[in-house]
Nanobody, 125 residues
Framework: QVRLEESGGGLVQTGRSLKLSCTFSGGTFNQYSMAWFRQGPGKEREFVSGISWSGGSSYYSDSVKGRATIARDNAENSVTLEMSNLKVEDTAVYYC??????????????????WGKGTLVTVSS
């Protein structure tokens, strides 16, 4: 059974940077495309960033493009999301998600196979 565990959330001021990490266990990591989603207060869960199983392709939502970098380490079974120039609207619970045998560039919450429990990021002005 795949298990995903996020870490790295916390309270940060606007304009600062933050790096989130997700560890993967219980499966073959390089069979999975990985993604980050987030859910802000009173909002629906939304896609933030995704990365292919090989790490060769990465994808970003318009809201974080240019401010975020996703990366994976297949030897360490981990994926990270680094975000810079944080804004108040980035405040959300950030979730790591996995989808097996997927090579596309569109990540929908309903199509992901496995989810972590989330880590809270609060950006204050």
């Amino acid at each position: 059974q795949v298990r995903l565990e996020e870490s790295g959330g916390g309270l940060v001021q606007t304009g600062r940077s933050l790096k989130l990490s997700c560890t993967f266990s219980g499966g073959t990591f390089n069979q999975y495309s990985m993604a980050w989603f987030r859910q802000g207060p009173g909002k629906e869960r939304e896609f933030v960033s995704g990365i292919s199983w090989s790490g060769g392709s990465s994808y970003y939502s318009d809201s974080v493009k240019g401010r975020a970098t996703i990366a994976r380490d297949n030897a360490e079974n981990s994926v990270t999301l680094e975000m810079s120039n944080l804004k108040v609207e980035d405040t959300a619970v950030y979730y790591c998600a996995a989808r097996r045998y997927y090579s596309g560039g569109v990540f929908r919450a309903g199509a992901m196979n496995d989810w972590g429990k989330g880590t809270l990021v609060t950006v204050s002005s």
